[in-house]
């Protein structure tokens, strides 16, 4: 039975997400609610292990191996992390979910993306968020943002981020209900007012 919130923080990198996610911590703390945080890839334990692999294992990974150790890292971090905490009533803030794994290895690697769907499903055990903020910059922006120290994920090619960009902007015109579109191009403060805005109506 639901008691607390998960609400997933999406979008392409260098989208400002996790600046965001910070700072609604911070207010939703302030303001008297239990908060977790916690990411994808790699939560805490078995989680930081995969993440190490997928960010910097400097070999060829296959892209469905690559997928599957998304999703791997996906059923523990629900499993260990997100229901426990949503069970006693936490608001979970979770960085990166289900919708980087349509985005990225479905529209960015060119996977059957509702293979992916079904393979999240099987992950999450049929768990969604209830809510998911897509935070969109254009592709210049957000790869400046990352700068020149790139992981793994992030030395993939423009095309690749854009469509990524595109799948997440396709996704919000399919879940218009769940994933909200927050325009990232503004300032800290703007898109943190603009997230408030849209949270307000799903706390107690
Ligand atoms: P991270 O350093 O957490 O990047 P960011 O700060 O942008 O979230 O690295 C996560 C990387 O993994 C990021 O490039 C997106 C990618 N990713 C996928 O490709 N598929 C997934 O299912 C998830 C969760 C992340």
Redesign the pocket.
Known sequence: MQKGLFITFE?????G??TQLNLLKDYLTAKGYAVILT????GKGLGEKI?EI??NYDGKVADRC??FL??A??AQNIETIVKPAIESGKIVLC???????????GY??GLDIEQIKMLNNLATGGKQPDLTLVFDVDIETSMQR?GNEK????S?SKEFFNR?RNGYLEMAKQEPERLKIVDSTKSIDEVHKRVIEIILPYLK
Request: aromatic share 4%; charged share 40%.
């Open positions: 979008g392409a990198d260098g989208c997400k996790t990411r994808e890839p790699g993440r997928l960010l690559e997928s998304f999703l890292d996906r960085d990166r979910h289900t919708d980087s794994s349509v985005a990225y290895q960015g690697r990352v992981d793994r994920m992030e993939s990524v």
